[in-house]
Structure formats: structure tokens, C-alpha cells
């Protein structure tokens, strides 16, 4: 049985993988142009795990800004995962603590949702989520590794379109997450909520301050008319 469910986790993360091997390769890539070694590069994916707050932590090294600003970036960009384990937690109730939270560590926005979506006919269960977390990470180390090997190859990644790898990543997730109207309702009014506090909040924009307070409330009015 967990050996079967092993299996699933991994076909599970095969969507996933799909869409990591580009963004890591990219992540390397634009690692390498702003003067990271391949195993900075690399050991960045290993110990953060965060494609949003890697990209972050490229573009305030870029910029030459200080590595104070990149760790509140990535806080507050990251904070969405609190409330993604919290509503984990019902799931993991019966699972053993220790392995249930090393393998956590492989949460991420896609692993998330595909798991969300198992769990409402499935039991959760450590092979499973070994399967699924573990090859979606592992393959975004290696992307990463690959990337940061031959990015100094590659002069021009604009041209390649690099920088809005993770943004299309997110929009094909959203695409594919909506279902009901009130998803469509909840996109909608995060967008708009993150757009008009960027513009009358400036200073919120260089902080992302404004995509988490856009993503709370846009979740708050996808539950209020949940249909």
C-alpha cells in the first residue's frame, strides 16, 4: 500500500515537475548573471524552496539592494504558507509528527493545491506526500543546478523571456484551480485589491506588502459567497 502510494504522489508531481524544470532552469540562469556561484545558486533551492521569494532575492541583489530587505520580501511574500499548513492540519492529525513535518517543508503553492485536491477523497499519508513533495523539490534543485551551470552562456535572458517565468507558472495554475464563480469572483477582486493598493500605496509595492493583504481578502470574499 505504500509502496502504491508512493507511486501516486510521484505521478501526482508530474504536472508540477513540468512546470519547476523551466522556472528552476530560469531561477539558475538569472542566479548565475548576478554573480551566484552554481552551488549558491543550487544550495538557495535546497534550504529555501520558494520560487516567488528566490526571484525576490534575485532582484534585490540585482538591484544592490541589502540582504535585510531581500529576508522582509520573503517574509511577508511567504507568509501565505502559514495559512496553507494551518489548513492542513486537519489532514495530518493521524500521521506521525516528526516525518509529517520534514516532509511539510516541501509545501509549496502547486504541491498544495494537488494535495488539497487528494486529500478530499484520500486519506493523507507519509508515503504520499514523500512522493509528491520530494520529486517536486528534487527537481527543482536539479533545474536550478542546470540553469546556474550554463547560464553564464546565455547573455541575454530577457530575451528568453526569464523574468516572467513564475508569474505564467502562476496564471496557468489559476486557470487551471477555478471552478466555481466565486473563484472567478475571489481572482478577480485579489487582482483589482493588489492593483489599487500598489497605486495609492506606493512604498507597498517594493515590500509586496500589497499582494498579501490583496491575497487575504480576496480569500475572505471567496469564502463569504462560496457557492
Not at 69 to 94: C, D, E, G, W
Amino acid at each position: 500500500m505504500k509502496n502504491i502510494e508512493l507511486i501516486e504522489g510521484m505521478r501526482d508531481s508530474i504536472p508540477i515537475v513540468l512546470g519547476y524544470f523551466p522556472l528552476g532552469f530560469a531561477f539558475g540562469v538569472l542566479a548565475a548573471q548576478v554573480g551566484l556561484s552554481v552551488f549558491q545558486a543550487t544550495m538557495m533551492s535546497v534550504l529555501c524552496f520558494t520560487g516567488a521569494g528566490q526571484y525576490i532575492a534575485i532582484g534585490v541583489v540585482q538591484a544592490g539592494g541589502a540582504i535585510i530587505t531581500a529576508i522582509i520580501a520573503n517574509i511577508l511574500i511567504n507568509m501565505r504558507y502559514f495559512l496553507f499548513a494551518t489548513s492542513m492540519v486537519p489532514h495530518f492529525k493521524h500521521l506521525p509528527t516528526l516525518p509529517a513535518s520534514l516532509l511539510s517543508y516541501g509545501l509549496t503553492d502547486e504541491t498544495y493545491a494537488v494535495a488539497v485536491n487528494r486529500y478530499q477523497k484520500h486519506k493523507a499519508s507519509i508515503a504520499y506526500m514523500a512522493g509528491l513533495n520530494l520529486t517536486s523539490h528534487i527537481s527543482w534543485i536539479l533545474s536550478t543546478f542546470i540553469g546556474a551551470a550554463l547560464g553564464m552562456l546565455i547573455a541575454d535572458t530577457d530575451k528568453f523571456g526569464f523574468g516572467f517565468a513564475l508569474p505564467a507558472m502562476y496564471t496557468c495554475l489559476l486557470v487551471l484551480m477555478i471552478s466555481r464563480k466565486s473563484d472567478i469572483i475571489a481572482a478577480i477582486s485579489a487582482a483589482v485589491i493588489c492593483i489599487v493598493i500598489g497605486y495609492y500605496l506606493p512604498a507597498s509595492m517594493s515590500n509586496m506588502s500589497n499582494i498579501i493583504a490583496a491575497t487575504m481578502i480576496g480569500a475572505t470574499i471567496g469564502v463569504l459567497i462560496n457557492d
